[in-house]
Structures are given as structure tokens and as C-alpha cells.
């Protein structure tokens, strides 16, 4: 355990779609610095197999299940939270998805959902989570964007629409929240080796151009995200808010 500015010891910190890949690290990272973990899924079995790795490296995370496109499943999740773990102080909107295919194959539906997911999920889990963490005086969201909106980025468009949505949703978030004492951050995460990658059809070609990109010449690892995600959480990132970091090997650069 981390003490002191970097400790997470009594804290609550919700993650959404943390049975996924990215969700690895940052479930893992927080359960190090001593935060109780919620690890939230549409599929309980899938978050609790998260939960038990976790507990398996000595943390504590609990498995709920929560569909973030539902108002309805995200109120009964957060409460499900608040009584079994006394409230929520660190929310990680993280769950995602990204079919890929060319704009013009995108039907009405399909953008919806993704839309639906990626940017309404992240606006019904803050809504649910803010009146433990004004409660507790006390609060962090941490957002997951992506890289791909500050480059642009082909066969994506709904994604990476809702990425850009992200990183005003979390600027005008932090405005809102700032009197309240609760930050509010996004984190730009470069390529990294989910999922999320299974989508290209040659990933060795897919590798080889991930490294050209990135000034650091090795792949990112969820625990890079991870780490950075647990310092926005902790004491240390008190003065921080409004802000969008890119954790991608030296891609991006704005
Ligand atoms: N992997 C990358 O290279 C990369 C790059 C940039 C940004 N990101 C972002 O990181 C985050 C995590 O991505 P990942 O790579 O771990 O993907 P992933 O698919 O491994 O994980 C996403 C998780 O979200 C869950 N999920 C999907 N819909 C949900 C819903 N409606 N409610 C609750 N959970 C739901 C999935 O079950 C999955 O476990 C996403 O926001 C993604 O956009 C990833």
C-alpha cells in the first residue's frame, strides 16, 4: 500500500467496464493504493471475475452488475454500491464500445448505442455517483477518452464523436464541480494491446505503426493507465481538474 498524498485507503472508487482490458490495470491499481474496487459490467460473472483477480493480488473490489446506457440499471447499481461499500468517492467512467467500419455504413441504431454507451453512460454515472461524493465533500471522475479524437481516426466515427463529447463533457463537468470540491479529468489513452485491438485485420502491421507513432518505443500496458488514473484519484491530484492527459507513449502531443 502507497501512503500518505498517493493513499486511497478509505476510499470507494467505482469502475465501469472494469472486467475489460484497460479496466485491468486501473481495478488493480486502485486495490494497490488501498481503495475498495466496484467493479461494474453488464455481465456479472465478467466483473466478478475481475473482482477476484483482484482480491486474488490482495485488494478489495466487489462485482456489480450495471448496464451504463440504462438509467435505470446505473441508479440500482450506485445504490447497490452505497449500501454494500458506504458511498462513492472516486468514479472512473470507463466502459466502451467501438465497432468499427466506414461512416457510411453506420446505421441510425447503431450510433445511438454507441452514443448511448460511450458519452450518455459517462453523464448517468456521474449524475447517480455526485450526491455521495457531495455528501462525503469529497469526489473524483475520472474519464476515459482517447487519442483518436485528437488525431482523427478513420472507420470510428461514432466513437470517436463520442470521445470528443467526452472531453467537453469533462470540462464543462469540472466548471460545475469545482465549488463542491469534486475534480473531474479525462485521460487520453494512446493504443493499447485489448480488446480493442482485435479490430484490425494485421496486427503485426498494426504493431510496427503503433510503435512509428509513439515516441516511447515499447507498447503501452493497462497498468500505465492504471497508475495514472490512481494519481488523479489520490490527495496528490487535489489541484487538478478540467483537464484531458494523454497516457500514450509520446503520440499525441497537445
Ligand atoms: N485499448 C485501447 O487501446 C484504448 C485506447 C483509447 C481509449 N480506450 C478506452 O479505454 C476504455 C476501456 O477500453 P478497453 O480497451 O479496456 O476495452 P474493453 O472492451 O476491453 O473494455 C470495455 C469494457 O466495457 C464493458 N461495457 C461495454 N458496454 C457496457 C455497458 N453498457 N455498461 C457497462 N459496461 C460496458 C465491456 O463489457 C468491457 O468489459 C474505453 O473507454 C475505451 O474507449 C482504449
Given at each position: 500500500m502507497e501512503?500518505?498524498v498517493?493513499?486511497?485507503?478509505?476510499?470507494?472508487?467505482?469502475v465501469?467496464g472494469?472486467?475489460g482490458?484497460?479496466?485491468?490495470?486501473?481495478?488493480r491499481?486502485?486495490a494497490?493504493a488501498g481503495?475498495?474496487?466496484a467493479v461494474?459490467?453488464?455481465?456479472?460473472?465478467?466483473?466478478?471475475?475481475?473482482?477476484s483477480?483482484?482480491?486474488?493480488?490482495?485488494g478489495?473490489?466487489?462485482?456489480?452488475?450495471?448496464?451504463v446506457?440504462s438509467?435505470a440499471s446505473?441508479?440500482?447499481m450506485?445504490?447497490?454500491?452505497?449500501s454494500?461499500?458506504?458511498?462513492?468517492?472516486?468514479?472512473v467512467?470507463?466502459?466502451?464500445?467501438y465497432p468499427?467500419?466506414?461512416w457510411t455504413?453506420i446505421e441510425?441504431?447503431e450510433?445511438?448505442r454507441?452514443?448511448?454507451?460511450?458519452?450518455k453512460g459517462y453523464?448517468?454515472?456521474?449524475?447517480?455517483?455526485?450526491?455521495?461524493?457531495v455528501?462525503?465533500?469529497?469526489?473524483r471522475?475520472?474519464?476515459?477518452?482517447?487519442?483518436?479524437?485528437l488525431?482523427?481516426?478513420?472507420?470510428?466515427?461514432?466513437?470517436?464523436?463520442s470521445?470528443?463529447?467526452?472531453?467537453?463533457?469533462t470540462?464543462?463537468?469540472a466548471?460545475?464541480?469545482?465549488?463542491?470540491?469534486?475534480t473531474?479529468n479525462?485521460?487520453?489513452?494512446?493504443?493499447?494491446?485489448?480488446d480493442a485491438?482485435?479490430?484490425?485485420?494485421?496486427?503485426v502491421g498494426?504493431?510496427?505503426w503503433?510503435?512509428?507513432?509513439q515516441?516511447?518505443?515499447?507498447?503501452g500496458?493497462?497498468q500505465?493507465?492504471g497508475?495514472l488514473?490512481?494519481?488523479?484519484?489520490?490527495?496528490?491530484?487535489?489541484?487538478?481538474?478540467?483537464?484531458l492527459?494523454g497516457?500514450?507513449?509520446?503520440?499525441?502531443m497537445h
Amino acid at each position: 500500500m502507497e501512503a500518505g498524498v498517493h493513499s486511497l485507503e478509505g476510499r470507494v472508487a467505482v469502475v465501469t467496464g472494469g472486467g475489460g482490458g484497460l479496466g485491468e490495470g486501473i481495478c488493480r491499481a486502485l486495490a494497490e493504493a488501498g481503495a475498495a474496487v466496484a467493479v461494474v459490467e453488464p455481465e456479472l460473472a465478467k466483473a466478478e471475475s475481475r473482482a477476484s483477480d483482484v482480491a486474488e493480488a490482495g485488494g478489495l473490489a466487489v462485482a456489480f452488475e450495471g448496464d451504463v446506457s440504462s438509467r435505470a440499471s446505473v441508479e440500482s447499481m450506485t445504490e447497490a454500491v452505497v449500501s454494500q461499500l458506504g458511498g462513492i468517492d472516486i468514479l472512473v467512467n470507463n466502459a466502451a464500445i467501438y465497432p468499427a467500419r466506414p461512416w457510411t455504413e453506420i446505421e441510425e441504431d447503431e450510433w445511438d448505442r454507441v452514443l448511448a454507451t460511450n458519452l450518455k453512460g459517462y453523464f448517468l454515472c456521474a449524475r447517480a455517483a455526485h450526491s455521495s461524493m457531495v455528501e462525503r465533500g469529497h469526489g473524483r471522475i475520472i474519464n476515459i477518452a482517447s487519442v483518436t479524437f485528437l488525431i482523427g481516426f478513420a472507420d470510428l466515427l461514432d466513437y470517436v464523436s463520442s470521445k470528443g463529447g467526452v472531453v467537453g463533457f469533462t470540462r464543462a463537468l469540472a466548471r460545475e464541480l469545482g465549488p463542491e470540491g469534486v475534480t473531474v479529468n479525462a485521460v487520453s489513452p494512446g493504443a493499447f494491446p485489448t480488446d480493442a485491438e482485435k479490430i484490425h485485420p494485421d496486427p503485426v502491421g498494426y504493431n510496427r505503426w503503433i510503435l512509428d507513432q509513439q515516441s516511447l518505443k515499447r507498447r503501452g500496458k493497462p497498468q500505465d493507465v492504471g497508475n495514472l488514473v490512481a494519481f488523479l484519484a489520490s490527495d496528490a491530484a487535489s489541484f487538478i481538474t478540467g483537464q484531458l492527459i494523454g497516457i500514450d507513449g509520446g503520440w499525441a502531443m497537445h
